[in-house]
C-alpha cells in the first residue's frame, strides 16, 4: 500500500454515462471535496506523503460542463520549511472562505478568490493540539475545529464562524475508553440547519472509532460559579489534605452525565493542575489538593463547559498556606527527691510531612536557684523522647521541653512541674 503514496492521481468528470479525463494528474494521494455553501467549486489538496515535500491545494470551478482549474498554492518556504500537511478542508458558507486543518500549521483560512491567507485568522489551537478536521455550520454561524491532543487539552473547539468574534470556544477533551482520544481526519460534520454537530473520535492507534453529537453555543445553557470558594479546613497546612470548595449552577434540563471541574494552583512554585472532581447533583464540589509549600496560594476553579452548558467564568481564591502544627506532652512524676534520678517521658506529634531523622529538643530546668539549660534531648522516629536529671534543690522544679521547629513545621513548648522533697 505504501507505493500508492507515489504514484500519480488523475481526475475525471462525468456526465450522464460519459466520462472525460481532465488532463490534470499529480504524484500521491489527492482529495476532493466541495459542499453545499459553494456548490460550483470543488477543493483539491494533495496529501503530503513519501515523494511530495510541498504539496498543493487547489479549485476547480465546476458549474459548466469542463472543470475550469482556479488558483492554486503551495505553502513551503524558500528554506523548505512550511509545507502543507493537509487533514481536511471546509468552505465558508458564503464561500469566500476555505478553511484548512493543517496538521503542521494548525487552522489556516484562506481567501477562496485566491487561496491568499485571510486578513483575520482564527486563534491558535490550544498548546499540544495538531488540527484533524475543520467543518462550518449549514447556518453560517459556528465553525468546529478538531484536532489530536494529550491528556486533559482540548481536542474540538466550537466557535463563532466569524474569525473577528474572539468569543471564547466551547472546548472538548475526549479521554479514555469510552469516548476516543482525538478527533479522527475528516471526523466533523453538521447537521443541515446547524442544530447539531457530528464528530468521530478514534483511540491513539485509529482502530476504533466513536460518534458523538454535538449542540452548538446557540442552543447550549449557561452556567455559573455561585458564592465564594471556601477551603476545609479553613487554614491550610503544608503537607496535610485541602478541600477546595464551591458550587456550580447550571441552566436548563440537569446533564445525563455529571459533570466535571478542574482547578490550578498557583504559588511560589507556579502553576500546577489538580485533578478535576465531578459536580454533585446539588451543584457542590470539592477539589482536592496537598500544598506543598508556606505562604500566599491561588486557586483557580474552572468549568469549560460540556454538550449542553456554555462554560462558566473561573473563580479564584487566595489563601496563606501555614506550617504544619507540631505539639508536645510530657509525663513527669508528681514528685521527686533531692540528688536522686528524675524521668520525665514525653512525645512530639506533628502533622504533615515527616519531621526529618535527628530532631532534639530544647530542656530548660527552672529552680529557686534559677534557671540553667539541660542536656536536649533525642526524638526518636515515633516521636517519643526521655528526659533524665538529678534535681539540685527541693522544692517546686519546672521543667520546660520546647521544639523549635522547621520549614515547614511551627514550633512548640510544654512545660512540668515536679515538688522535689529532701532525701531521708
Known amino acids: 500500500m505504501s507505493d500508492c503514496?507515489?504514484?500519480?492521481?488523475?481526475?475525471?468528470?462525468?456526465?450522464?454515462?460519459?466520462?472525460?479525463?481532465?488532463?490534470?494528474?499529480?504524484?500521491?494521494?489527492?482529495r476532493l471535496w466541495s459542499g453545499p455553501e459553494a456548490p460550483g467549486r470543488l477543493v483539491m489538496g494533495q496529501s503530503r506523503t513519501a515523494g511530495v515535500a510541498d504539496p498543493f491545494l487547489t479549485t476547480f470551478d465546476?458549474?459548466?460542463?469542463?472543470?475550469?482549474?482556479?488558483?492554486?498554492?503551495?505553502?513551503?518556504?524558500?528554506?523548505?520549511?512550511?509545507?502543507?500537511?493537509?487533514?481536511?478542508?471546509?468552505?465558508?458558507?458564503?464561500?469566500?472562505?476555505?478553511?484548512?486543518?493543517?496538521?503542521a500549521a494548525g487552522t489556516r483560512l484562506l481567501d477562496a478568490a485566491d487561496l491568499s491567507d485571510a486578513p483575520v485568522q482564527y486563534q491558535p489551537l490550544p498548546d499540544g493540539a495538531t488540527a484533524s478536521a475543520v467543518a462550518f455550520s449549514g447556518d453560517g454561524r459556528y465553525l468546529a475545529r478538531g484536532a489530536s491532543a494529550a491528556g486533559g487539552t482540548a481536542d474540538l473547539l466550537v466557535q463563532a464562524a466569524d474569525p473577528a468574534d474572539r468569543t471564547a470556544p466551547l472546548e472538548f477533551a475526549f479521554e479514555g475508553a469510552l469516548e476516543g482520544s482525538r478527533v479522527a481526519p475528516r471526523g466533523l460534520g453538521w447537521s443541515a440547519d446547524g442544530s447539531?454537530?457530528?464528530?468521530?473520535?478514534?483511540?491513539?492507534?485509529?482502530?476504533?472509532?466513536?460518534?458523538?453529537?454535538?449542540?452548538?453555543?446557540?442552543?447550549?445553557?449557561?452556567?455559573?460559579?455561585?458564592?465564594?470558594?471556601?477551603?476545609?479546613?479553613?487554614?491550610?497546612?503544608?503537607?496535610?489534605?485541602?478541600?477546595i470548595?464551591?458550587?456550580?449552577?447550571?441552566?436548563g434540563p440537569a446533564p445525563a452525565e455529571p459533570v466535571k471541574v478542574s482547578a490550578v494552583r498557583s504559588d511560589a512554585n507556579g502553576d500546577r493542575r489538580l485533578a478535576a472532581v465531578?459536580?454533585?447533583?446539588?451543584?457542590?464540589?470539592?477539589v482536592l489538593d496537598v500544598p506543598a509549600l508556606v505562604g500566599e496560594a491561588t486557586y483557580t476553579v474552572s468549568f469549560t463547559g460540556d454538550l449542553t452548558h456554555r462554560p462558566a467564568q473561573d473563580v479564584t481564591l487566595a489563601v496563606s498556606v501555614a506550617k504544619a502544627p507540631t505539639a508536645l506532652t510530657l509525663n513527669a512524676p508528681a514528685e521527686g527527691v533531692k540528688g536522686q534520678g528524675l524521668e520525665i517521658t514525653g512525645r512530639l506529634t506533628w502533622q504533615g510531612r515527616a519531621l526529618p531523622a535527628g530532631v532534639t529538643l530544647s530542656v530548660e530546668r527552672a529552680d529557686k536557684?534559677?534557671?540553667?539549660?539541660?542536656?536536649?534531648?533525642?526524638?526518636?522516629?515515633d516521636g517519643t523522647f526521655r528526659i533524665n536529671d538529678l534535681p539540685r534543690v527541693n522544692g517546686r522544679v519546672t521543667y520546660t521541653v520546647g521544639y523549635a521547629g522547621d520549614e515547614l513545621h511551627s514550633g512548640s513548648t510544654?512545660?512540668?512541674?515536679v515538688r522535689v522533697r529532701k532525701a531521708g
Open 5 to 30: 503514496d507515489t504514484r500519480n492521481s488523475r481526475l475525471y468528470t462525468a456526465e450522464g454515462t460519459g466520462v472525460g479525463y481532465t488532463g490534470w494528474n499529480d504524484s500521491g494521494r489527492l
Open 62 to 103: 465546476a458549474t459548466g460542463s469542463t472543470l475550469v482549474r482556479g488558483p492554486e498554492r503551495r505553502f513551503a518556504g524558500g528554506d523548505g520549511k512550511g509545507a502543507l500537511d493537509l487533514k481536511d478542508v471546509a468552505q465558508s458558507f458564503d464561500g469566500t472562505r476555505i478553511a484548512v486543518a493543517d496538521a
Open 196 to 243: 447539531r454537530l457530528f464528530a468521530v473520535t478514534t483511540n491513539t492507534y485509529g482502530t476504533e472509532y466513536w460518534l458523538h453529537v454535538i449542540q452548538p453555543p446557540a442552543v447550549q445553557h449557561d452556567s455559573r460559579f455561585t458564592g465564594a470558594l471556601s477551603t476545609a479546613p479553613g487554614q491550610p497546612v503544608v503537607g496535610e489534605p485541602l478541600g
Open 245 to 251: 470548595r464551591g458550587r456550580l449552577e447550571l441552566d
Open 278 to 286: 465531578e459536580v454533585d447533583a446539588d451543584g457542590s464540589f470539592t
Open 369 to 381: 536557684k534559677g534557671t540553667g539549660v539541660l542536656t536536649s534531648a533525642a526524638v526518636a522516629a
Open 414 to 417: 510544654a512545660s512540668a512541674t
